[in-house]
């Protein structure tokens, strides 16, 4: 057969609501050569990613590990791991990953509950008691933020209820993490997942995730071995048996854990991209990251708006690194699309569900969450719109842009 051309990627500005441009350092740390999964190294290197993972989680869970996956393995780890058949589980769908939470949550078995609020707000605290004391669940799963729709769910109020009415609490962090405010301790949770592809500025492909020992406790009543690596040693527990070989969190822990028992092939490049993320995450100091993801959104949405345009939602509880665009009538929001990636080599996103065609959606997440990223993007989308008619007072975004991210006002 003919062969094709050598990998050559256009460098294209990832500027959507994820995945993004990775942090250089990353991409290095994957080009390592490949060591042994139980080379005192490699388990070194476990460790320490155990323990950077504890310090981004804000944590002191000694369960934090990696399921090697995109975003939603870790999710499906968790879900499955704590759910068993009939368990209720709560779900409250302020936007598309809501939904998916309850897929996967049925999937598991689950007797599923959601209530959805309109797509561009969050869930108040009272809902979620009012909820939870009617249906009593066993998990509250709840996503913080949501790309889909740009939101942030406070979740610093979820923890009490959740521990007052006995619900474990878990939490999808992937969208939010590192770029917006996350306490696992502090916010009593349970369990969070999350992926490398948003702020923490890695590619998708392993997703950290976080254990209260309350949550190893349920796990381990539903404790498996296989065959073939089972021991006269080894107690199995009385629960029913997780119902995934691959995402059985009692299995990965026990691989992570002091007997490193064989379950999957750890990735190592993908254990490299995800210690990488960490480290230089935690050398930059996470508030200064949360800060630096503030003022690029700050300024990108400032911009926005100076070029005249609208922003969707409730932008009190918008994320900090990603932002709706209503798309203006006298565009096609899709040839502007991609008019920005072939013109431009910028990729904005489009979006899902009720929103799609009516919003942009604009990320500025990790490594492109700066300044020069920022006015690029507003500088490139206000050209376009100028073209298609679009009345703009131009070199107002960049203006905008600039004082909003020099002054953070
Ligand atoms: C909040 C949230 N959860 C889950 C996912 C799914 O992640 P993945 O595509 O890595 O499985 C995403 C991806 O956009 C997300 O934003």
Avoid at 116 to 122: H, I, N, Q, R, S
Avoid at 208 to 223: D, F, G, M, N, Y
Avoid at 234 to 254: A, K
Avoid at 282 to 300: F, N, P, Q, T
């Amino acid at each position: 057969m003919d062969l094709f051309e050598r990998l050559s990627p256009p460098p294209r500005i990832l500027m959507g609501p994820g995945p993004i441009t990775a942090y250089p350092r990353v991409l290095q740390a994957m080009g390592n050569q490949l060591i042994g999964q139980y080379d005192p190294v490699m388990t070194g290197y476990m460790n320490q990613t155990m323990a950077l993972y504890r310090s981004v989680f804000k944590t002191n869970n000694q369960a934090t590990v990696l399921v090697d996956g995109t975003a939603r393995a870790g999710i499906e780890a968790v879900l499955v791991s704590l759910i068993e058949p009939g368990d209720k589980v709560l779900v409250p769908v302020f936007g598309r990953f809501g939904h998916l939470l309850a897929e996967i949550s049925e999937r598991a078995g689950a007797d599923v509950v959601t209530f959805e609020v309109e797509w561009g707000t969050v869930v108040t605290d009272s809902m979620l008691e009012q909820q939870i004391i009617r249906h009593k669940p066993k998990v509250l799963a709840l996503v913080q933020g949501d790309t889909s729709t740009t939101m942030l769910q406070p979740l610093d109020g979820a923890g009490e209820l959740c521990k007052k009415h006995g619900v474990l609490f878990y939490s999808d962090a992937t969208a939010s993490i590192v770029g917006n405010e996350f306490e696992a301790d502090e916010w009593q949770l349970d369990a969070v997942s999350v992926g490398l592809q948003k702020c923490l500025g890695g590619p998708s492909g392993s997703a950290p995730v976080t254990l209260s020992e309350k949550a190893v406790e349920e796990i381990r009543q539903r404790k498996h071995i296989e065959a073939g690596i089972r021991t006269d040693d080894h107690r199995v527990g009385q629960r029913s048996r997780i119902r995934s070989n691959y995402f059985d969190l009692g299995m990965i822990l026990d691989y992570w854990g002091d007997e490193r028992l064989n379950h999957h092939t750890e990735a190592t490049s993908m254990l490299f991209a995800a210690r990488e993320c960490a480290q230089l995450n935690l050398e930059e100091g996470l508030d200064c990251v949360i800060e630096r993801h503030k003022r690029a959104g700050d300024a990108l949405a400032a911009g926005l708006k100076a070029m005249g345009l609208s922003l969707f939602g409730d932008l009190t509880h918008k994320m900090n690194n990603v932002v709706g665009v209503v798309i203006p009538s006298y565009v096609d929001g899709e040839a502007v699309r991609q008019a920005m990636l072939s013109q431009f080599n910028i990729e904005i996103g489009t979006s899902f569900g009720p929103l799609h065609g009516k919003i942009w959606r604009i990320g500025t997440m990790g490594y492109n969450a700066r300044l020069d990223t920022v006015l690029l993007t507003l500088v490139a989308l206000e050209a376009l719109l100028v073209q298609s008619g679009g009345a703009i007072k131009q070199g107002a975004a960049y203006q905008s842009a600039i004082e909003r991210y020099q002054t953070g006002k």
